[in-house]
C-alpha cells in the first residue's frame, strides 16, 4: 500500500533528499485521481490536502478513503494533508479520518498563543502518528507580512513543529518570485522543513533554489481551478459529462506534471520505501 500514514517520513525525505512536494488542494474523484496517476507516472511522491471550504464538498472521512483508495493502486508515496487548519477541533476530525499530517494557521493570533496552540495540537498529532505543519506568516492581526526568522525558528522548537510555513514572496493565486535571502536566513534559523504556500506561482528557478534550503512542501491550488475553468467554459460542444471529465482530468494532469517536475519530486519515488 502506498499511503504514507505519518507524514514524518515523507517530510524527512524530502527534507534530506533536497526536493519539494507538490501538495495538490483537491476536493472531488477526478482531482484525486488525476494527481495521484500523474505521480505514478512521474515515479514521484505526492500530497493530497484538503482546504476548509472544500470540507463542504468532500468530508474528510469520504476523502480520506478515496484517496487511500487510489493510492492502493500505485506504488508511489501519497499523503493527505489538512490545509489551514482553523483549530484543535478541526484538525483533530482530519486526524482521527487518517489524515498523514494537519495545518494549523494562527496567522492572525498573537505568537505566544500560536505556539502554546501549536505545541497542543502536536502532541495529539504526533501520539496519532502524524505530523503538524503551522504557519509563521503574520502576527500581525491578519496583515499580510514577511516572516521573522526568529518566530519560524521559536515554532518548531517550542511548538514542536515539524514544518513551518513561510512568508517569503509567494502569495495565494498570484504570481510572485521569492525572497530568496530572507528564505536563506529562515532555513539557518529553523534547520528543518519549511512549506511555502501559494505555490501555484513560484518560478521554476526560485524552486531550484528552495528545494536546497529545506521547502519540503508547496501548496498548488490556483493552477488546479484555473485549468478546471478552462475545461468548464470550453466544454459547450462535450458529447456528455464523461467527455468532459476525460478533459478536466487531462488538464489536471498537465499541471501537476509540471509541478511534480519544476519541484525535483520526480523520480524521488524509487528511493522512498513504501512498505
Not at 468548464?232 to 460542444?237: C, K
Request: proline content about 3%.
Amino acid at each position: 500500500m502506498a499511503f504514507v500514514s505519518d507524514g514524518r517520513t515523507l517530510i524527512a525525505h524530502a527534507y534530506h533528499h533536497h526536493y519539494t512536494i507538490p501538495a495538490f488542494n483537491v476536493c472531488s474523484a477526478e482531482m484525486i485521481r488525476a494527481c495521484i496517476e500523474t505521480a505514478a507516472a512521474e515515479a514521484a511522491p505526492v500530497i493530497l490536502q484538503s482546504y476548509p471550504a472544500d470540507i463542504e464538498q468532500l468530508a474528510p472521512r469520504q476523502l480520506a478513503a478515496l484517496v487511500r483508495s487510489y493510492a492502493a493502486e500505485t506504488g508511489v508515496p501519497v499523503a493527505l494533508h489538512m490545509d489551514h487548519g482553523q483549530g484543535f477541533d478541526m484538525d483533530l476530525a482530519c486526524l482521527r479520518a487518517g489524515y498523514s499530517s494537519v495545518m494549523y494557521d494562527g496567522a492572525d493570533r498573537p505568537l505566544e498563543e500560536v505556539i502554546a496552540t501549536t505545541r497542543k495540537i502536536a502532541e495529539v498529532a504526533h501520539a496519532q502518528g502524524a505530523a503538524l505543519e503551522v504557519a509563521a506568516e503574520s502576527f500581525n492581526a491578519g496583515m499580510v507580512e514577511f516572516t521573522r526568522p526568529q518566530d519560524a525558528r521559536r515554532l518548531r522548537e517550542e511548538g514542536r513543529a515539524d514544518m513551518v510555513a513561510v512568508s517569503v514572496g509567494s502569495e495565494h493565486g498570484h504570481r510572485g518570485s521569492l525572497r530568496l535571502e530572507l528564505l536563506r536566513e529562515i532555513a539557518e534559523a529553523v534547520q528543518g522543513p519549511l512549506v511555502l504556500h501559494g505555490g501555484s506561482g513560484i518560478p521554476a528557478a526560485d524552486y531550484q533554489v528552495a528545494r536546497q534550503l529545506g521547502v519540503v512542501k508547496a501548496n498548488i491550488g490556483s493552477a488546479l481551478y484555473r485549468a478546471l475553468r478552462r475545461v468548464w467554459e470550453g466544454s459547450a460542444d462535450a458529447a456528455n459529462h464523461r467527455e468532459v471529465y476525460q478533459r478536466a482530468r487531462a488538464a489536471l494532469m498537465e499541471v501537476a506534471r509540471e509541478k511534480l517536475r519544476i519541484m525535483g519530486a520526480s523520480g524521488q519515488a524509487a528511493t522512498f520505501d513504501t512498505r
